[in-house]
T-cell receptor, first 116, second 117 residues
């Protein structure tokens, strides 16, 4: 089945120790998104890739970076995690044409990050 | 700025009851899309429905139905004959075009639905 896969499902890191979360997709979608969802809150968009073009949200801290080496994979790097970065990180994909069509986003199961 | 309001934080019902989840949105766009997603305890957001601003027809899919009313900026979701498996957090979301392509979802704060035996 075509899907969005996130590894690992649970990640524990130490305060200030860099961590990388990964996302892969078999849907061949051209857009990939990263969301942060803190406990009992709505998902918040951090950034997205439209093909190879990176689009950062204005309020995303510099501590968060992303890489998309190819269509299938996208990584979220947290350079120096703080206690406030503990959250669920959700990866999503969608297929968008030249004219935005507001297609539904397909989400992975998320990676729950704990910062000690 | 776009905004989605889900005033009901938590709803508890007994199995087989009908339940309606409310969603009110704000946007200045004339073209927009509305979505509902389900988030079970496992964490994955599951897409339920997408509706564009020009289509106000109600939609029914099995036990699920949606009522879209532009006049009141509402997009409510009803589950008929609820089941324990319906227990989850339900998010309403509004889509806007993002600079650089893609579309940006603005989520409401979610409604936790608990269905008990």
């Amino acid at each position: 089945d075509a899907m969005v896969i996130q590894n690992p499902r649970y990640q524990v890191t130490q305060f200030g120790k860099p961590v990388t979360l990964s996302c892969s997709q078999t849907l061949n979608h051209n857009v990939m998104y990263w969301y942060q969802q803190k406990s009992s809150q709505a998902p918040k968009l951090l950034f997205h890739y439209y093909d190879k073009d990176f689009n950062n949200e204005a309020d995303t801290p510099d501590n968060f970076q992303s890489r998309r080496p190819n269509t299938s994979f996208c990584f979220l790097d947290i350079r120096s995690p703080g206690l406030g970065d503990a959250a669920m990180y959700l990866c999503a994909t969608s297929r968008e044409g030249f004219l935005v069509s507001y297609n539904e986003q397909f989400f992975g199961p998320g990676t729950r990050l704990t910062v000690l | 700025a776009q905004k989605v309001t889900q005033a009901q934080t938590e709803i508890s019902v007994v199995e087989k009851e009908d339940v309606t989840l409310d969603c009110v949105y704000e946007t200045r766009d004339t073209t927009y899309y509305l979505f509902w997603y389900k988030q079970p305890p496992s964490g994955e957001l599951v897409f339920l429905i997408r509706r564009n601003s020009f289509d106000e027809q109600n939609e029914i899919s099995g036990r699920y139905s949606w009522n879209f009313q532009k006049s009141t900026s509402s997009f409510n979701f009803t589950i008929t004959a609820s089941q324990v498996v319906d227990s989850a957090v339900y998010f309403c979301a509004l889509s806007e075009a993002s600079t650089g392509g893609g579309n940006k979802l603005t989520f409401g704060t979610g409604t936790q639905l608990k269905v008990e035996l």
